[in-house]
């Protein structure tokens, strides 16, 4: 989703600076983008862009956190007294969520991370990986509540709901209807993951 130009203009030089790269990164590549790319989307000269960051890889790393955060805090919401077979329905829901509205930030989160480095790359990793572990404890849950098989591989299943939602910034489109995707999904994912 991309931000109406007004709001742009209301939006500090290294807030927008922020919202144009995530939009250059998404749709060129990280190093598809330049500084002097980043400089005329803002209309000002290459070298002021470096008053406002350190470096194009500081950008990155805002980005692919700021993503990190979305999907955290996206997990956050789901509701405690849920079912676990339901809070994973919503997980997915939160999921594509997440992707339909900031999908310029979750573009950059799933591709463009690998060229992070030193401890940026680290603290993402470690974002990711306990992302991964909430989902695998809301797969965990629903083996444990029985309505899931009990033979589910954990692992498996994590990544088949994670490669279910994350590869939703290729295929979403604004008329889709985010929810009715992410029921079917989780219908499809539930069906087979199902008691024998």
């Given amino acids: 989703m991309t931000i109406a130009t007004d709001t ?3 939006m500090s030089t290294r807030d927008r600076l922020s919202q144009h790269a995530a939009r250059l990164f998404a749709e060129r590549g990280y190093h598809g983008t330049s500084v002097a790319d980043l400089a005329d989307a803002l209309g000002i000269r ?4 470096y008053s406002h960051i350190g470096g194009k890889e500081e950008l990155l790393a805002e980005i692919a956190l700021a993503g990190a955060d979305a999907f955290h805090a996206a997990l956050d ?7 676990p077979g339901e809070r994973l329905r919503l997980a997915m829901r939160a999921h594509l969520s997440v992707v339909n509205h900031q999908l310029d930030v979750a573009t950059v989160w799933l591709q463009e991370w690998r ?3 030193g401890p ?3 603290r993402f990793l470690a974002e990711r990986r306990r992302y991964e572990q909430r989902i695998r404890t809301l797969l965990r849950d ?10 589910l591989d954990l692992g498996h299943a994590m990544l088949a709901f994670l490669s279910l939602g994350n590869w939703a910034y290729t295929w979403l489109r604004q008329e889709t ?3 009715h995707a992410a029921d079917a999904f989780w219908a499809l994912l539930r069906d087979g993951m199902a008691p024998r």
């Fill in 142 to 151: 629903g083996v444990r509540s029985g309505e899931l098989r009990t033979d």
């Fill in 120 to 122: 940026a790359r680290e």
């Fill in 177 to 179: 209807n985010v929810d």
């Fill in 77 to 83: 919401e789901l509701q405690g007294d849920a079912s």
């Fill in 8 to 10: 742009l203009r209301r």
């Fill in 46 to 49: 290459k070298s002021s862009v």
């Fill in 115 to 117: 060229y992070l480095s």
